[in-house]
């Protein structure tokens, strides 16, 4: 029942900004966590950032003072505002949404959208 559209990838010189959007089916208070990972051809798919339902945010080193996770809650959409894209943030970027109920942890994922920084 779970859906998550992701939205707002595409090609971008170094030094850009780009807007990602999660859309999400439902309520995203529901969830015990959301967040961004992201896959570059032939690596493993790392974690980005991400938040939990009590507000505590959390970035990888490397994006660390240049992108930004926030959500609307009327809209039910998390976004990744990514500032200054590097070449090395080229990859497709995953929208991730967990919940935990009882002994059981759920993951969903979103499509996918690909992010390209051009040098």
């Known amino acids: 029942q779970v859906q998550l559209v992701e939205s707002g990838g595409g090609l971008v010189q170094a030094g850009g900004s780009l807007r990602l959007s999660c859309a999400a089916s439902?309520?995203?208070?529901?969830?015990?966590?959301m967040g961004w990972y992201r896959q570059a051809p032939g690596k493993q798919r790392e974690f980005v950032a991400g938040f939990t339902s009590g507000g505590t945010t959390g970035y990888a080193e490397s994006v660390k003072g240049r992108f930004t996770i926030s959500r609307d809650l009327v809209k039910n959409t998390v976004y990744l505002q990514m500032d200054s894209l590097k070449s090395e943030d080229t990859a497709v970027y995953y929208c991730?949404?967990?919940?935990?109920?009882?002994?059981?942890?759920?993951?969903?994922w979103g499509q996918g959208t690909q992010v390209t920084v051009s040098s």
């Open positions: 439902g309520s995203i208070s529901t969830f015990n966590a």
């Open positions: 991730n949404a967990m919940r935990s109920v009882g002994d059981y942890r759920y993951d969903y």
